[in-house]
């Protein structure tokens, strides 16, 4: 990657020198670093007990990783894991962390990753006990409103499983993103984050194209073809389907590009709110927060040293 490119990801140098990736404005960082922990392992358990279960009792294993909703879900994983143990090496001396001394790919990476976790949360209507079920790729507030509104049915709790299963990747996915976005110091996104998380979903749209030669279904379907019908038949997620669909396949590419977009800003903005909610309530008149390339970074007034300070808010 071209070095200039690496501001353009929020990886100055150097990298994150108020440590807002491991610090939090209502957790010390040794309770953030559990937190984190402990999310990746529910996560884990998770993703573990429905891939188990998929192959043992609906023997569908074999397109698990067909899936956008588990796909996102271990990207979910991840991140908790390697945000936990960077938090958590923080917290041992409050000066650093080892990411700060890492390779500049490997933080645009990691700020990548935490990009799609806070915008790419989506719920899918799949019963564990059912593969007739389809999955939609979509993003988080919007949609999962959407499918608790018009999608839940009596099988959604049909049983002990299903109800947990839908519960945890349905539910608790978006919780754990948002307790990401407001209850950390992470800073806004990277406009140039947007393209890239873009070009990720173009790339799962393949995986749908992928597992549709390979087993003759398509596993995906928008936010649009959601609102309009309520039927859980893989027959009426042929949509992609160029063949059949021809110039309405553009337009319902066009609109899960334009949902994300609109999650992307929305989640962006909870943030900066976030950040000057705080700097307001701490007294931090002399702080202003301006935006430079796609970074936040702390101004300070005229004769005050530059740095987070002890009154001063991480971003």
């Known amino acids: 990657m071209a070095p200039n490119l690496y ?3 929020g990886c100055s140098a150097p990298f ?8 939090s404005p209502v957790l010390p960082p040794f309770a953030l670093a559990l937190a984190r922990l402990l999310l990746g392992s529910y996560t884990l358990v998770t993703l573990l007990f429905t891939l188990i279960y998929a192959a043992l009792h609906d023997h569908y294993a074999n397109d698990y990783f ?5 796909l996102t879900y271990i990207g979910l994983c991840a991140y908790f894991f390697a945000a936990g143990a960077q938090t958590l090496a923080y917290s041992r001396d409050g000066a650093a962390y080892p990411l700060q001394r890492w390779p500049r790919a490997l933080q645009a990476l ?6 799609t976790i806070t915008t790419y949360r989506k719920p899918k209507p799949i019963p564990l006990c059912s593969i007739s079920s389809p999955t939609f790729p979509r993003a988080a507030v919007v949609v999962t409103i959407v499918f608790w509104a018009l999608l839940a049915s009596p099988t959604t709790f049909q049983d002990t499983e299903t109800a947990w299963s839908n519960i945890s990747m349905h539910i608790l996915n978006l919780v754990f993103a948002l307790c990401e976005v407001l209850l950390t110091n992470i800073p806004p996104a990277p406009w140039l984050t947007l393209p890239l998380a873009v070009l990720l979903l173009a790339c799962y749209l393949a995986v749908a194209y992928i597992t549709h030669a390979d087993q003759g279904i398509y596993r995906a379907a928008l936010l649009l073809m959601l609102m309009l019908t309520h039927t859980h038949s893989l027959t009426a ?4 389907d160029p063949v059949k669909q021809k110039g309405l396949l553009g337009a319902y590419i066009v609109a899960i590009l334009a949902c994300y977009c609109i999650v992307f800003v929305i989640v962006r903005f909870l943030i900066v709110a976030r950040i000057r909610l705080l700097a307001r309530k701490r007294g931090n008149t002399s702080l202003v927060l301006a935006e430079s390339l796609t970074e936040w970074e702390e101004v300070a007034g005229a004769g005050q040293p530059k740095g987070p ?3 001063a808010v991480a971003v």
């Not at 067909?66 to 588990?70: I, K, N, V």
């Open 110 to 115: 990691h700020v990548v990753l935490q990009v």
């Open 66 to 70: 067909s899936y956008f909703t588990h």
């Open 237 to 240: 997620y042929a949509f992609l």
């Open 16 to 23: 994150d020198a108020s440590n807002a990736h491991v610090t």
């Open 7 to 9: 501001p353009l990801l």
């Open 309 to 311: 300070g002890p009154a």
